[in-house]
């Protein structure tokens, strides 16, 4: 792929994810990326734990969790034995994400072993980084991508936050996931 | 029971409805509308289409293959011929596993199986976690409309609603209430025993649910409790979950006018090893409910709809009327197609009355069901006996020569005796109109119904000396 073909996906990406409701920052450098993740994720939770998958490649290669670590965040991983009992606790959630859907600003992002479903569902912000080269046009194109290691136990799309309209079609945001999405797009 | 024609009646009488109904389903109409203006979309549209035929050529085929996934990966299958009997396999499980909270997700077939009543008697608390079912479920109501089922309430009814709940007065503000949705609905969620969701498609190949959600309702259920179950009318089967990029784009452009709702949630088996979320059990449970013996009729393809709800935002007598009026489960141009099939005409005989036939719901229909056909069809196949009697009759004197001219020449005659019912003054060329016809009934009332000529063709043609 060409680097001018990349490029329209992520403009692309940028004006879905906004249209999704979604907070967008980047394309960054990897190393940039992880200090946004780590002053984000400080200025959210403050002196509640972030919540954060056991592995995760795109956090795995930049060695993300050190850096949280390093901040002084107190992280909540799938291997605490309290895990449940801390769940509600977590104001932030941190993830990679398998592949992007440039057309609606979706995020596709793999749970199972390691990396559990709520990490991305109950605390009040997921912050999620997504690596360009992972933008796919479309959600045939994605799924592809998404898939292609293997069909993750459970395999979640989002696009933006939490929303309904159920009441008299108002859009409401945060009902049951985060209130607030925000996606970091990451240079390769 | 009142009929569809007093039903309807009550509902355009109702001002506070009107007033929901003109506002809410013009919005979602235009929404529908644009979603067909991109050609990715139309492309979509018929690939969607195709898949969902596709399906329904051999649905007992891939059921049985769907259930062969599932019970490899862990899942626990449940075959279900009727409401009843997802009703007894739901409290089951529940019973079984000693639950006592459960927390629902949106879905109609747990609607059309009437679970919570079920639920309900036997001790167990049943929380709907959808807004609108939630706002629904504290007002005592059932959905009126599949995709938006509190779209006929409206903003002062809801405070009251949430006000009672949290035992305070509530200001009339929608984030408000909606944060003291998630706030009640959050404690649920962790302390609820059981999950149960429907399900928008079920993959046979690689035995996916996929649910799909704006509030993350599906994601909630299917995360937290110890047991998640699926309730699967029969027809959401898909053959592959790849067919996924092309139903769910245009499931959710026709529902909501988005390129995708916020939530897509696949799920593939219960919780694995090394897990710490997702459920330890997975239950999913085939509802046949009147839709096997659908297949290989004329109204097949009815069981490729995929609940978009478009064909009730276009309707102008759903629009009208909305969605309680039916009285049944699923309303609207689907509704009024789907209630007497799945009941095999016990329910819903009158509904294929509440249309006016002007083919919007088959314009609108993403999947290209011809609904309007179908309402047709069903009116002749429902027609009640005695009408049945006198088409008969008519339509045997109209195959003879004989019957034919008799009966065209005593209409003339018998037209004179409503000349005396004719029209009003104003109407322009009043003297060949009635404006009454005994005999039938509502038809003619708000209609002028031309009168046959007085002297038959045939009879004028031989007395001006044409050849018989």
Redesign the interface.
Known sequence: MTDSVTGGLVEEMRA?LRR?QAVVHGPVTPADAVSLVVERSAALAADASVAVPATDDVLDATDLLTSLRHAGLSLLT?DDPD??ARL?GALVGVTGALAG?A????LALG????R???VS??PDTHLCLLPVERIEP???AA??RA?ASG????????????????????I??????PRSVEVVLVES | MASLSERARAAVADDQLQE?LG??TG??RRLTRAATDDP?VAERRERAAAVRRETLADLPGWLDRLERTLRAQGTTVHRAGTADDVRKIVLGIAQAEGVELVVKGKSMATEEVHLNPALEAAGIEVVE????EY?VQLAGETPSHIV???LH???PE?TALFSRVVGRDLPED??V???V??QV??EK??SAGMGITGANFVAAD?G?VVLVT????G??C???PRIHVVVMPVEKVIPR??D???L??VLTRWA?G????????????P????????PEQLHVVFLDGGRLRLTGTAYADMLACIRCGACLNVCPVYRKIGGHAYDAVYSGPMGAVLTPLLSGGREGRDLPGASSLCGACTDACPVHIPLADHLVRLRADLRPRRRRVVWGAWARLWARPRGYRGSTRWAGRLARLFARHRASAATPGADGWAASVPGAGGWAGARDVPLPAQEAFRDWWVRRGGAP
């Open positions: 879905s999704a799938p895990w449940r509600p859907i057309e609606s600003g979706t749970c199972g072993p390691g559990p479903r709520a569902l109950t479309d959600f045939a799924f592809a898939s069909l993750p136990p459970a395999l979640v799309w989002v696009s933006g936050p939490s929303r309904s309209a159920d009441i008299e079609k108002r409401t945001m945060g009902v049951h996931g | 929901a506002s809410l919005v979602l990715r976690t959808d807004l609108g706002i938006g089922p509190a309430k409206r903003l809801i929608a984030e209430l909606c944060a949705a998630r609905l959050r969620f962790f690689t996916t704006n509030e993350g309702n994601r909630m299917s995360t937290l979950l790849a996924i990029a092309d769910v784009p909501t988005q390129a995708l709702t916020t939530y897509v949630t696949m799920i593939t088996g919780r694995g090893h090394g897990d710490v979320d997702g």
